[in-house]
């Protein structure tokens, strides 16, 4: 389980610009404080990065 992530929407989406909104769906999320759990990867890192100040990643 060492290699999986817990990534928690905390932001809304409200506001937001087209590619972020997609990165959030692309990530699985669909609702403010939902909570997916995906492989830790260079892909996953990347969609993190682009929208962290919306992410609470453990």
């Known amino acids: 389980m060492s290699n999986m ?3 928690t ?3 809304s989406t409200i506001g937001a ?3 972020q909104c997609a990165v959030v769906r ?3 999320l669909r609702r403010l404080h939902q909570t997916v ?3 830790d990867s260079p892909e ?3 969609m993190i990065s ?3 100040h ?3 990643v453990k």
Request: hydrophobic letters at 40%; aromatic letters at 0%; a positive charge.
């Open 37 to 39: 759990t995906l492989q």
């Open 17 to 19: 610009t087209e590619k």
């Open 50 to 52: 682009k929208i962290n």
């Open 44 to 46: 996953t890192r990347g």
């Open 5 to 7: 992530l817990e990534i």
């Open 26 to 28: 692309g990530l699985g």
């Open 9 to 11: 929407l905390i932001k």
């Open 54 to 56: 919306m992410l609470k």
